[in-house]
């Protein structure tokens, strides 16, 4: 937890909880928890269980990144593009990932 502290203090980040408006440019934290659709260049996910991202991903290369990096913490920049009874549709520009973490056994 101490890690994770530090790094909300450096970038002046806090966790937040409010309506969101169509439009308007979020940074969302969490992960990836399904692949709609995979291919390059329309890449759609779903991030936390319950919000649709669609990617312009143009490799199949930065595709299977993406698919390796699945359930990992990251932040996904994303433009809100509706939100109705079935959910919250985003464009997402850029997802940042945090350093993998390496283990020995």
């Known amino acids: 937890m101490s890690s994770e502290a530090n790094f909300f203090e450096k970038f002046g980040l806090e966790v937040g909880q409010g309506e969101v408006k169509v439009g308007e440019t979020y940074p969302i934290y969490g992960m990836i928890t399904k692949f709609i659709s995979d291919t390059p260049g329309k890449v759609e996910v779903e991030i936390n269980y319950s919000i649709k991202a669609r990617m312009a991903i143009p490799s199949e290369k930065k595709v299977e990144l993406l698919r390796e990096r699945a359930f990992e913490p990251g932040i996904f920049i994303s433009t809100v593009r509706s939100k109705d009874e ?13 350093k993998r973490q390496g283990f020995d056994a």
């Open 86 to 98: 079935n959910g919250i549709v985003v464009d997402c520009s850029t997802v940042v990932f945090g």
